[in-house]
């Protein structure tokens, strides 16, 4: 079993230092504000201290009869690194602070300090070290906490896809004949296809500001492209009343079919989501040089001027009377990496 390291005593303060006059000072001014004070004259003896029990601070003068108060703050640092240290110079050169902030030391005094001073500062890092310590256990439960929902969203991808395989099988061996509960099936594939399209965009999100998408070109049949993107939300329009018109030039594009049915797919549902029922959602395509211009055209409330640029960032949502809730603010800002790593861009008019 391994040796526990010693506990750190949060009003503690270690002092090193040789002038037995200096160490009576400061132990009373610390002692005076509340501050339990160990002071030792030397290396040796402070270096056995910080085995028995760790300070809140250290304060380390440079020149020591039987070491180098520059090597101590290395020794600390590797003993006890979130022990903040100040230490004492009777040299005001820049070279000799920057070696005791070489060395690990959050501050420096040059000696003889006002004493009123020397306690402000004392207290000033303390007030510090605290705020990282806090700062970095809150940074540390938040990322258990994102790691935890990153793996319970990557483990939704499989079930999911199991209940579309499911759904599909059924459609397609024509199992269920009935015309109202056809329809059923329909929308229960509908929305497991949107489920995973949801799933898929929170961890491609997170995974593209790690580190960028990368695209993997293929041919792309782009009319049946849009037909595709046509056949998923199908179901949806028609339950809201709404009208689908498609408009796409024939032929083939050069890009990631994936990525980019992604992208329309979204484009497409949040145009649905907001369109007032009985309106209508029209998708283009056309051929603009050497480059492919998708248009996703929606009746909606339209969006507010100061909002357009907002809208591709993470969580960002629009409230509308229309729309039907849902989502998870994610899905524009895929659209926008995703358009990125194509070498494209999208906006909204």
């Known amino acids: 079993m391994a040796e526990e390291s010693p506990a750190l005593a949060p009003r503690d303060i270690l002092i090193v230092e040789d002038d037995e006059s200096f160490r009576c000072m400061a132990r009373s001014v610390l002692e005076s504000a509340g501050f339990t004070v160990r002071a030792f004259p030397g290396v040796i003896s402070a270096v056995e201290g910080l085995s028995v029990r760790r300070p809140a601070l250290a304060i380390v003068d440079v020149g020591l ?25 009777g040299w005001s050169d820049v070279h000799s602070r920057m070696r005791g902030f070489e060395a690990g030391a959050q501050d420096y005094m040059i000696k003889p300090p006002c004493w009123e001073e020397f306690l402000a500062r004392v207290k000033i890092q303390l007030r510090q070290s605290a705020l990282l310590k806090r700062n970095l256990e809150l940074e540390l439960r938040d990322r258990v906490r994102r790691d935890a929902a990153d793996m319970i969203v990557h483990d939704l991808r ?10 599909e099988l059924i459609r397609g061996q024509g199992l269920i004949h009935d015309a109202y509960y056809r329809k059923l099936l329909e929308v229960s594939r509908s929305a497991s296809e949107t489920m995973l399209l949801m799933i898929n965009d929170i961890l491609d999100v997170e995974r593209a500001e790690s580190v960028r998408l990368k695209p993997e070109p293929a041919p792309v049949d782009v009319a049946g492209l849009v037909g595709k993107v046509e056949g998923l939300f199908g ?19 050069w890009t990631d079919p994936q990525l980019l049915f992604r992208i329309l797919s979204n484009l497409a549902g949040n145009a649905i989501k907001f369109s007032p029922q009985g309106g209508e959602v029209a998708m283009e395509s056309e ?10 055209l929606d009746r909606g409330p339209g969006i507010p001027d100061s909002f357009k640029e907002k809208i591709f960032e993470k969580y960002a949502q629009v409230e509308s009377p229309n729309a039907q809730r849902g989502g998870t603010g994610l899905g524009l800002t895929f659209c926008r990496l995703a358009t990125e790593a194509l070498k494209g861009r999208v906006w909204v008019e």
């Open 65 to 89: 009869p039987d070491g180098d108060g520059y090597g101590l703050c290395r020794t600390i640092k590797s003993l006890a690194p979130e022990v903040p240290i100040i230490f004492m110079t």
């Open 158 to 167: 499989a079930p999911l896809s199991s209940i579309l395989g499911t759904l």
């Open 235 to 253: 179901p949806l329009c028609r339950r809201r009343e709404l009208r689908w018109r498609s408009r796409a030039q024939p032929g083939e594009a």
């Open 287 to 296: 051929r603009c040089g050497d480059m492919l211009r998708f248009r996703i």
